[in-house]
């Protein structure tokens, strides 16, 4: 007998539902603030969002209910984070869609220059740094990517554990082991899943990027600019590196 289960198609009333929670204004400020991986207060969203603590209350009670964030409790406080990396992978699509619209509303990714260099998105790394670090892994046959998923090579498994990423299918877990994203100011694929969340920890543990105190924009080290030349074969003179 045949178990296996598969996700129902969403139908047009979710998500239409689900695009009416993402388009206001405010709660896309919401979800953009959140993808810097960071569990936030809601007075620090109601900040984000540029709205009062009262109607950024009633956004995140819209948001939660819609199951596009979670909250955690650690006593009197309460805070809140994306619900999934699925949440995460959807606003950046969407935005990189945003980014491709019609020329008079069109934007063309971050002013900040820093965030063009290198960011999160979510657990991951976006920017000018990682489709560099993507483009360096394909062309040198140790990731295969096929429209949204990444295939590890075996040579691409022995280089990973040289740097100290060993990657293993997590019992009940759907998220798949490499899948790409599509970068919103590069206009090109990305790293995500478990290689894109590993390749941004090590990066951070071993002070290659810093992550700033708020916001998503990551500063590439002096460690970094050295490590990523040996490693990945980035050249330092590249225009996202300070």
Known sequence: MNTTTTTPPANASTISTIAALIGDPARANILSALMSGKALT???????????????????????????????KQGRHRYFRLA???????????????????????????????????????????????????DSLVGRGLVVIEERSGLITEDGSRFLSGIGITLKARTGSTRPLCRTCLDWSERRMHLGGQLGASLLSQSLERNWVRQANDGRALTITRDGEQAFHKIFGLSIDLQWLP
Do not use: N, W
């Open 84 to 134: 999934s990396p699925a949440v995460a992978e959807a606003f950046e699509s969407l935005s990189a869609l945003a980014a491709a619209g019609p020329a008079r509303k069109r934007s063309t990714g971050p002013r900040d220059v820093s965030m063009r260099r290198a960011r999160t998105c979510y657990d991951h790394m976006a920017g000018g740094l990682a489709v560099a670090i993507t």
């Open 42 to 72: 809601a007075g620090e969203l109601a900040y984000c969002a540029h709205v009062t603590p009262q109607t950024a209350s009633g956004h995140l009670a819209k948001l939660l209910d819609g199951q596009l964030v979670a909250v955690e």
